[in-house]
Structures are given as C-alpha cells and as structure tokens.
C-alpha cells in the first residue's frame, strides 16, 4: 500500500515513515500541505496519514477540500486534541478515524489496517481465492496445510493480487503502489518479486500470469 504522511513534526516524521516502511508500505511524507498538494498531483495514495497543525496551514481545511472535491482516499488525522467535540468534528468533516498523539505505532497500524480494511468491504484482515489465504496481519500465506512467511513487499503486492483477481496490473501501476516517491526502483524490481510471488504459490489453486504487453494478474491454476 501506498500513504502519503503530511507531519511536519520531523522526529515524529521519520518514525511513522520508518515504522509503515517495516511493514512493507510506501510512505511519501510532506511537512506542509502545499508539498502533500503536489504529491497528490503526481501519485494516488491508499491512505493518509494528516496532522492537523501545519506551517501553512490547518488539516482540517485539507481533509474538507478534499471532500468537497469528491476525493475519496481514507484519512487518518493525527491530533494532539482529545476532547470528545474535536474528535465528533473530525469525523463530521470526512475523516475515516483519528488517533491521538502520543501513539504507539502499533495502535497506530491497527487503525491504517482497519481503515484500508472497511475501505476494501472485508470483515477481516484475510483474503481466500482458489483455497489459498492470504493473512494480512500475521504475513502469510496458506494453504494446503502450508503456511509460508511472507516478506514485507511480498505482502503487499500479493495484497494487490488477492484484492482484485483476474485484474490486470500493469509493471507501472505496482511500482506506484510499492515504492514511494524517494525510492529508486526499476520496474525489474517487480519481476522479482513477482517471481517470489510464483514460487510461494507453487502447490495452490492460485497463480499469477504474464499478460503480454499489458502486466500481470492471478488465475486460477
């Protein structure tokens, strides 16, 4: 998955982002929401991650603009504000949740999981197609009787794979999921990790395919 975190608390900053990175995401981080407009100009996020008091500006006028303007992308605000008519406010204005500083990044991965969770339709943090589940908060794959560790950007592409079978996804588009804007990647990286990806899934009911000129999908066997 890809966020986008808008802190200009730099301590703070470089903690979240090293934290989601862990975890296998891609995280762009802007100190001011001019620098968060223009990520937005040139990426697509999953989720954002918004603090409220910034250098030119409040979040809260961020989060209503981007409602108004029918922009959809889950929005977790970060808030040093814990009074019950903050939080109702928040939420009034389109925020998808809210977490209160000081967090524990834990708490804090719960909440980006439940969000993409709900954002997603899903009851739960495990996909099934073909007999094989993919279990988003333990890492794994399983099936068979089999249950195969996944490393951090295994996950999530296979994330990507399980949220949509049968779609295709071209090299771009999972570059633009996987790797943040600071990140230097070539598309070979997605071979690579796709060819992981083949190999984890040997045995199952589930494979990913190569559609000539256009990317990849997953099928079943």
């Known amino acids: 998955m890809r966020f986008l975190l808008i802190e200009d608390n730099l301590k703070l900053a ?11 995401h891609a995280v762009d981080h802007a100190e001011t929401l001019d620098a968060a407009n223009a990520c937005l100009d040139v990426a697509d996020y999953d989720l954002i991650l918004l603090d409220i008091m910034l250098p030119d500006g409040d979040g809260r006028d961020f989060l209503d603009r981007q409602r108004r ?24 204005l389109g925020a998808d949740d809210f977490i209160t500083k000081p967090f524990d990044f834990s ?61 295709v996804f071209s090299k771009s ?33 589930a494979r990913i395919e190569t559609v000539r000129g256009l990317g990849y999908r997953m099928v079943a066997v």
């Open 107 to 167: 708490e804090l991965e719960a909440r980006c999981r439940a969000v993409l969770r709900r954002q997603g339709g899903a009851a739960d943090n495990r996909k099934t197609y073909q007999g094989a589940t993919l279990d988003s908060t333990a890492g794994a794959l399983l099936f068979g009787g089999r249950n195969i560790a996944l490393r951090n950007r295994e996950l999530r592409l296979l994330e990507i794979f399980f949220a949509a079978p049968g779609q």
């Open 14 to 24: 470089h903690a979240v982002v090293e934290r989601l990175q862990l975890d296998g």
């Open 69 to 92: 303007a029918a922009r959809r992308t889950p929005v977790i605000v970060i808030t040093a504000r814990s009074a019950v008519s903050d939080r109702v406010g928040l939420l009034d």
């Open 173 to 205: 588009h999972l570059m633009d999921r996987l790797f943040s804007l600071s990140d230097e990647a070539s598309e070979n990286a997605i071979e690579v990790y796709v060819g992981r990806l083949r190999k984890r899934l040997e045995g199952s009911g």
